[in-house]
């Protein structure tokens, strides 16, 4: 068969099955590439073959426009769910503050939660919402002790008549993971040097120590500040992300949380390209939807009377290789708005951030 009649009855066959675009074209189309591999095949034997006593040539590429042909006719079900979803899915990227914001915030002079600081946490179980924060006297000296609040809305929040609810040691910075019936709290402690507490019912904490983190090599980090640090759980692997003088993101593992090392003694995420956060980048929270991974980070740029933080998102497959969003920072700079973090209210997300005041921003856009 002559290669240009093949394209244009190969083309011609394609523009009918487009018309009707329904199953039936779509396995004539299977069929006959079937045939024709079989065709070739024996052509390639040297076997040849004889379709109503006229020899039948099937060249390579009527095989291949016809496989073409076929993929582009299958129905959007069949192909990669993955490949067919946006990397960063409009739920997760356009954000509305609301108009009762802030929805928390310091009590003042005079009470022990005078100011509250950098990232808090919050964590949705059903209708509860919990809140860990630091609060302070409002000094850079003054120790940062543990809070709590919980509400039934997120919106309005209810302080624990107990706090500070943990006196006993430095806590700032912290995040929450809940693992079976255990909450497992990451913070910094004094120095800005990462450690682990736990409880049974997220408001009487014990202290486990500071975290052991070494290079790949087997060797102890060097000395010095490793904060802001995040955790994530899959597969029994304990996922840990921490700054270094908010000059680069590290990532570090471990599944018996005694020791974690470093999958890289590089960063895995370093500030930029965009002068948002030209200079500075922490992480903040790992979120995972329809099968990516999603990092929400603060970033922030030197050189200006006051240093504006911003709220931001970067994506990867594997934890380790990330992509940042181009639509960065997702809050205007001037708000100086950071420590952003992502909770499931129903079919829809809600982003707040908490330094130093907490601010919720709704996604209009429900999954």
Request: charged share 25%.
């Amino acid at each position: 068969m002559d290669p240009s009649l093949t394209l244009r009855v190969g083309i011609l066959f394609y523009v009918s099955c487009l018309s009707r675009h329904d199953s039936k074209s779509r396995r004539w189309l299977l069929l006959l590439c079937d045939c024709g591999l079989k065709r070739q095949s024996l052509l390639a034997s040297g076997s040849g073959t004889n379709l109503g006593n006229r020899s039948v040539r099937i060249n390579q590429e009527f095989v291949s426009l016809v496989l073409f042909l076929s993929a582009s006719l299958a129905p959007a079900a069949d192909r990669c769910a993955c490949s067919a979803e946006p990397e960063f899915p409009a739920e997760l990227v356009n954000f509305e503050p609301s108009s009762k914001n802030p929805v928390f915030t310091a009590r003042g002079e005079g009470y022990w939660d005078a100011r509250i600081r950098e990232r808090g946490w919050i964590l949705r179980e059903g209708d509860k919402y919990h809140m860990w924060f630091t609060g302070y006297d409002g000094t850079r000296q003054g120790l940062k002790l543990l809070g709590y609040a919980s509400s039934q809305d997120g919106l309005k929040w209810t302080r624990h008549p107990n706090n500070p609810i943990y006196r006993d040691h430095w806590v700032e910075d912290m995040m929450v993971v809940k693992q079976g019936d255990v909450f497992y709290m990451f913070a910094e402690g004094r120095g800005d040097r990462a450690h682990l507490l736990t409880s049974k019912d997220g408001i009487h904490w014990t202290r486990q120590g500071q975290l052991d983190v070494r290079r790949t090599n087997g060797e102890a980090i060097e000395s010095g500040p490793y904060g802001t640090p995040t955790a994530w759980f899959e597969n029994d692997v304990w996922y840990f992300f921490y700054e270094r003088r908010d000059l680069g993101i590290w990532l570090a593992t471990s599944k018996d949380m005694r020791q974690w090392t470093n999958v890289q003694d590089d960063p895995v995420l370093r500030p930029g390209p965009g002068k948002h956060e030209r200079d500075f980048i922490a992480l903040n929270q790992i979120v995972k939807y329809q099968g990516r991974y999603y990092a929400y980070y603060h970033g922030a740029a030197k050189g200006t009377a006051r240093t504006l933080w911003t709220t931001n998102v970067a994506v990867s497959t594997d934890l380790r290789h990330w992509k940042k969003y181009s639509g960065n920072p997702l809050l205007p700079v001037e708000d100086n708005k950071s420590s952003g973090i992502l909770v499931r209210d129903g079919n829809r997300f809600r982003l707040y951030t908490m330094h130093d005041e907490v601010h919720v921003h709704f996604s209009p856009k429900k999954f």
